[in-house]
């Protein structure tokens, strides 16, 4: 099990041994694209894709099932994307795949969403920080009220990652796909959590164990 603070050092000791975040991103991405080929049959996809690394995720992922009816919403500004992410946003643009940026347009898709939908959470995942911003509290709001199945990437949004609080507002799954480890958070969503790797060598998920040994 992992905290926020966890999750961070382990990536930056996958920098030391080689493996980017952006290499991260990518095998998280097809990790998440797999698992949803897996569980649903003959879907429509509706990705809503924050502007941190859970969007990021997102924005990968979509790209893999673009063979798939497939639309992205993307909430926030390019200019906030961390670098591994601006790149998984501008790969999803050059694969030609349907994306909307405005409240109106993004609002709108909602009110048609089908049964067949599948409604992908990848707003703001571990990246939470205190109540979810008006505009991501409207679109979660309209995400649950929506037709289809919801599926959350790593942490619903709006669910604080390392104690599973929440302030009233968040995205509502009926399947959560997090990402190499359980979050603290997800423990009363245990049921509906399945755990996907994302490439973590095994180098690195031992000298973060031998750290943590040391300082307990």
Do not use: W
């Not at 898709?109 to 409207?138: C, N, Q």
């Amino acid at each position: 099990m992992l905290t926020v603070k966890e999750v961070a050092q382990l990536e930056d000791l996958c920098e030391k041994h080689h493996i980017s975040r952006l290499q991260l991103m990518e095998t998280a991405g097809f990790e998440i694209a797999k698992e949803l080929t897996l569980t649903y049959k003959n879907p429509h996809y509706f990705f809503l894709c924050g502007q941190g690394s859970n969007g990021g995720d997102g924005f990968c992922a979509a790209r893999l099932l673009k063979h798939h009816p497939t639309l992205v919403a993307f909430i926030g500004k390019e200019q906030k994307l961390p670098v591994e992410a601006a790149i998984q946003f501008q790969k999803a643009r050059v694969s030609k795949i349907p994306m909307l940026t405005t409240r109106e347009e993004i609002i709108n898709a909602l009110k048609k969403t089908k049964d067949s939908t599948i409604i992908v959470d990848a707003v703001v995942g571990t990246g939470l920080k205190g109540m979810p911003r008006p505009l991501f509290a409207e679109i979660i709001t309209a995400a649950n009220k929506a037709k289809g199945h919801k599926v959350s990437i790593d942490v619903p949004s709006g669910i604080d990652p390392d104690t599973g609080k929440d302030q009233g507002i968040y995205f509502k799954p009926e399947k959560i796909i997090t990402l190499h480890d359980m979050k603290p958070g997800l423990q009363r969503f245990r049921a509906m959590t399945t755990i996907r790797p994302i490439g973590i060598p095994p180098a690195a998920i031992q000298e973060f164990k031998m750290r943590k040994a040391r300082t307990a």
